[in-house]
């Protein structure tokens, strides 16, 4: 693993898991803001998305709401991106574009604003896990006519099925949950 991530790594191994509806569900600082996400790992998150991205061939980052937000934050701190958000709430701006998203345990609408035809967008966010909100934001990116550049999240799930993703994505770190706790795969 690569060094940069080991303060996001020593803290997974500590978060805790819980039923949701029968889906295992780890709860941790880069998904859920509990508990309090420590500075040292969202500057990995940082760095450990400037290593693998070229940030030079982007224009925006764009973060869906609620828990992309403070990556896409922190990315943009570091790098000097603008960052936009893809909100859970209407603005009714004229260019707005709403998208239904559908995830493993629930289901809303987002909405974007603030990206243009021809812009190169770098799509940041916590965790793959269905990629039902990943496809939403594509799709809204897509209907602005958005360059996308990459997208890339924290924290990819490889132990639930990904049936709603049809895009390459990039993660820092790969996990899995197995006997009521987050491993790491190297």
Not at 148 to 176: E, N
């Amino acid at each position: 693993m690569d060094s940069t991530l080991e303060p996001l790594a020593r803290s997974l191994r500590q978060a805790p898991v819980v039923d949701r509806d029968g889906y295992e569900y780890f709860v941790h600082g880069v998904t859920d803001g509990i508990p309090p996400v420590e500075p040292a790992v969202l500057s990995a998150v940082a760095d450990g998305i400037s290593e693998r991205v070229d940030l030079e061939a982007v224009d925006k980052i764009v973060a869906p709401e609620a828990m992309g937000i403070h990556h896409g934050t922190a990315l943009s701190i570091a790098t000097d991106v603008p960052l936009v958000v893809v909100r859970k709430r209407s603005y009714g701006f004229p260019e707005e574009v709403a998208v239904h998203q559908e995830t493993s345990y629930g289901e809303s609408e987002l909405y974007l604003n603030g990206v243009d035809a021809g812009d190169r967008v770098l799509l940041v966010d916590d965790v793959l896990s269905s990629g039902g909100t990943i496809e939403a934001v594509c799709d809204a990116l897509e209907a602005v006519e958005a360059e996308l550049v990459d997208i890339v999240v924290v924290l990819r799930r490889v132990d639930v099925d990904h049936a709603d993703v049809s895009r390459d994505v990039t993660s820092l770190l790969d996990v899995r949950v197995r006997d009521g706790k987050v491993e790491i795969l190297e």
